[in-house]
């Protein structure tokens, strides 16, 4: 494939918006045109490994042509249909009935979005409605992790435990509050008496009461941090935050986005540890 790459810099720069950079960091873009398994071609001629999987999300990776082919049939059979009431269609019942199979047992009901942050967002949301239908209206304040990565909508990003996200867009909204990460390397706890795991697990509960447990829907978290610096937990952080939770009944968000489908050599990311989330 011959391609003008200055013709097309030049074209990029012009007409496309692209995500979270400034346009001085991207004067020599690469210029994916091809990718074969782990393999993306670049438009020089160039290949590199696919260490990221697209953006997490090319899992079975690029080329698949009975993936390309499954697509094709279904767009000719059926485009599109909503799922609002009064409206179904087979592929997403015969796909939520797939995943129930292996998903989480406490997790057998699915809402399908666009999305990493979508589904963040969706989540939160999930969570928030759970409380206020059961007449707790007060009980929305979303808590999540330093170097959390949820998305950048506006409800995920003030998630996002990355602090040079939120300057950009007027600040967090109101009701998120973010603790300190288990990451392993850099987490000092003043308590000597409790292990490394279970001193950061515990800055959940002091969040909480701090906050007042009646004011707090749900702790969001990635079982392991992506963007932070895949920062794996220790052995009983999560089962110390599954007791937390219960304790105080709050919400516990499982954020697969990453983590989810095998990635980490299990169905989902939790299941390292036994743990069971109420919302993935």
């Known amino acids: 494939m011959t391609v003008d790459l200055e013709k097309i810099v030049k074209t990029d720069q012009q007409y496309l918006i692209h995500p979270l950079y400034h346009p001085n960091d991207a004067k020599n873009p690469f210029v994916w045109i091809k990718g074969e398994g782990s393999i993306l071609r670049a438009a020089d001629g160039r290949e590199y490994i696919d260490g990221l999987a697209g953006l997490w999300n090319v899992t079975l ?6 993936l390309a082919e ?42 399908f979005s666009s999305g990493g942050g979508d589904a963040n967002d969706s989540a939160i949301k999930t969570a928030r409605f759970f409380w206020i239908s059961q007449g707790k209206t007060e009980k929305i304040k979303i808590i999540s992790r330093e170097h959390a990565y949820h998305g950048v909508t506006m409800g995920a990003m003030s998630a996002t435990g990355i602090a040079s996200y939120w300057p950009m867009f007027g600040g967090k909204l109101p009701g998120f509050i973010h603790i300190p990460s288990p990451y392993p390397y850099r987490y000092a706890s003043s308590n000597s008496s409790v292990t490394q795991g279970r001193a950061a697990a515990d800055e959940l ?7 007042g447990p009646e004011t707090v829907a749900a702790f969001i978290a990635e079982p392991v941090q992506g963007a932070g610096g895949l920062l794996v937990p220790q052995d009983d952080y999560f089962p110390r935050i599954r007791e937390i939770c219960d304790k105080h009944s709050v919400l516990l968000i499982s954020d697969e986005v990453i983590t989810g489908f095998g990635r980490t050599g299990k169905w989902f990311g939790l299941e390292h540890w036994n743990i069971q989330p109420d919302i993935m």
């Open 61 to 66: 990776g690029h080329g698949r042509k009975e």
């Open 70 to 111: 499954a697509a094709a049939r279904q767009m000719e059979q059926l485009a599109f249909t909503s799922a609002y009431t009064g409206h179904t269609n087979l592929p997403a019942i015969q796909l939520a009935e797939r995943l129930s199979g292996v998903s989480y047992q406490s997790i057998n009901h699915f809402f």
């Open 205 to 211: 509960e002091k969040a909480i009461l701090r906050e």
